[in-house]
């Protein structure tokens, strides 16, 4: 497994708006939210804001101070001008689709066999 410092979400990629740089199934591990924006200028963040929710972009400075345009990964998808950002996370890891099925299915197959090595009395029972 990834140990990531700080880390405090994970995201996965849904559909294709994040092609060329991030398959579907991508999950991208991100730090804590901040408010402090402005640091992340030029760099590919998670961002939050009210009107549009939860993004992939990479951060540039608006026409005010308060306001930034969020650039699309992926080059169908048109830069966002002038939006309030509500906070901002730096990607700490990125574990690619293919590698996260197998993350995933490791820890179904442990999950099984943790239960079924269990005493019949230990076991949670179905209702």
């Known amino acids: 497994m990834v140990q990531v410092p700080d880390a ?3 995201y996965q990629v849904v559909g294709d708006s994040m092609l060329p740089i991030f398959e579907p199934d991508t999950v991208i591990i991100c730090r804590a939210h901040t408010q402090d924006v402005a640091q992340h200028i030029g760099r590919r963040v998670a961002v939050g804001t009210v009107e549009h929710g939860r ?12 306001l930034f345009d969020l650039i699309s ?13 509500e906070w901002v996370a730096r ?17 179904q197959v442990e999950a099984a066999n943790g239960a079924r090595l ?8 179905s209702v």
């Open 8 to 10: 405090s979400i994970a």
């Open 118 to 125: 269990k005493k019949p009395s230990q076991r949670r029972r």
């Open 55 to 66: 993004q992939l972009k990479i951060l540039h400075q608006g026409s005010r101070s308060d």
């Open 73 to 85: 990964l992926n080059q169908a998808y048109p830069t966002m001008r002038d939006v309030k950002v």
């Open 91 to 107: 990607i700490a890891a990125i574990i690619p689709a293919d590698e996260w099925r197998i993350i995933e299915r490791r820890i």
